[in-house]
C-alpha cells in the first residue's frame, strides 16, 4: 500500500471534517501533498486484494452481496462524472454519484471487496454486477455459500451469471414476476404461500411470499424460514454504507475532479476495512466503539492505524 494514502486515511478516522485545509490545520499534514494524494490514481483493485488477503487470509464461504448507494452532491454541479441518479433512501432524484458495491460477509465481519461506478451513458447496473461478480470469482478466486440481493438485481443476465459458475443465490424478487405463466404476486396470495417455477431462462426457483414480499432462491431445498434468515445478511452491506457515511465522511469529499472522488471512496473503504479488522481482534467492541476510540485518543487512532499500514507495506 502506498505510504502517502496513509495521512488520508487517519483524516478519515480522526478527522472531524474532511478538507485539505482542515486536516492541515488539526494535523499538521501537507495541504498541497493531500491534494496531490487525492489526484493520483492508485491501483486500488490490487491494493484491495492484497489489502484484505493480507489482514484476513484468503476468504472463504460466506455471501457475496451485491447492492448500490447514493453519494450526492447537491452543492455543485461541476462535478466530474456526477448526474441526477435517484435514491432509495431519500426517495426523490439527486446529484451525485452512484455506485454498485460487492461486499463479502459470514455474519461476523463485513468487507467491501469491489465497485463499479455507474454512469447513465454507460453499462446498467445489472452489467456491473455481472463484471462484480465475475472478478469474484476469477481475481479473488471466491466461491460463497449464497449471492444476495434486491429485487432491482434480479434479473435474468444475473441470475444466470451466478448459475453459470455453480453457485446459488437468495434475493427479493417483485410480485409482477412471471412465473408459471402469472405473476406471482396472484398465485401467492398469503404469507406463507410457495411456489416453484423457472425465474429465468435456465433457473428455476423457490418464490415465498412473507410480509407481502417475495423472495427466491435457486436451492430448493431451503424452507420458508432458512431463505428469509438467509436474506437477512443483505442488511450488512447496508451497515457498511452507513457507517462510511456517518463516520468516515463518504460524501463530504468536495474536489471536483472524478479521480479525487474514487481516491476519496477508496480511501473511505480501506479505513472502514482497517476498523473491521480490529473488530475482529476486539469482538466485544462495536465498530462505532472503535472509531469512537480512535478518534478521542489520537495516539492510540494513531498508532493502530500505523500498525496495520505497516503489515500492508506502506
Not at 136 to 152: I, N, Q, T
Not at 236 to 260: G, M, N, P, T, Y
Request: hydrophobic content about 40%.
Amino acid at each position: 500500500m502506498p505510504a502517502r494514502i496513509v495521512p488520508y486515511l487517519r483524516g478519515l478516522i480522526q478527522g472531524h471534517k474532511i478538507t485539505a485545509t482542515l486536516l492541515r490545520d488539526q494535523f499538521g499534514f501537507s495541504h498541497d501533498a493531500l491534494t496531490r494524494t487525492l489526484q493520483t490514481r492508485f491501483p486500488w483493485r490490487q491494493i484491495f486484494l492484497l489489502a484484505i488477503q493480507t489482514l484476513f487470509s484468503p476468504l472463504s464461504g460466506g455471501y457475496l452481496i451485491i447492492d448500490d448507494t447514493v453519494i450526492p452532491k447537491p452543492y455543485s454541479k461541476k462535478m466530474t462524472g456526477a448526474s441526477y441518479v435517484y435514491s432509495s433512501l431519500l426517495e426523490t432524484t439527486v446529484f451525485g454519484y452512484n455506485i454498485v458495491f460487492l461486499a463479502w460477509t459470514n455474519g461476523t465481519i463485513t468487507l467491501p471487496i469491489s465497485w463499479r461506478w455507474y454512469k447513465k451513458d454507460g453499462p446498467s447496473k445489472i452489467k456491473l454486477a455481472q463484471s462484480l461478480i465475475w472478478e469474484a470469482r476469477v481475481v479473488w478466486k471466491l466461491s460463497p455459500d449464497l449471492v444476495l440481493f434486491d429485487s432491482f438485481y434480479a434479473a435474468d443476465p444475473l441470475l444466470d451469471k451466478i448459475n453459470s459458475y455453480g453457485w446459488k443465490f437468495v434475493c427479493q424478487i417483485k410480485g409482477s414476476r412471471i412465473v408459471n405463466a402469472a405473476p406471482i404476486r396472484e398465485d401467492l396470495t398469503e404469507d406463507g404461500d410457495s411456489l416453484t417455477g423457472l425465474v429465468s431462462f435456465k433457473v428455476k426457483g423457490k418464490i415465498v411470499r412473507h410480509d407481502k414480499k417475495f423472495f427466491c432462491t435457486d436451492r430448493l431445498t431451503l424452507s420458508s424460514e432458512e431463505i428469509l434468515s438467509l436474506y437477512g445478511h443483505r442488511w450488512e452491506i447496508e451497515e457498511v454504507f452507513r457507517f462510511a457515511k456517518d463516520q468516515l465522511h463518504l460524501e463530504e469529499c468536495q474536489a471536483r475532479s472524478k479521480i479525487s472522488q474514487e481516491t476519496h471512496l477508496a480511501g473511505t473503504m480501506l479505513a472502514y476495512t482497517m476498523i473491521q479488522k480490529q473488530k475482529q481482534e476486539t469482538p466485544s467492541q462495536t465498530l462505532y466503539a472503535i472509531k469512537k476510540d480512535w478518534l478521542l485518543n489520537r495516539k492510540l487512532g494513531n498508532n493502530r492505524i500505523n500498525h496495520y499500514a505497516k503489515i500492508l507495506g506502506a
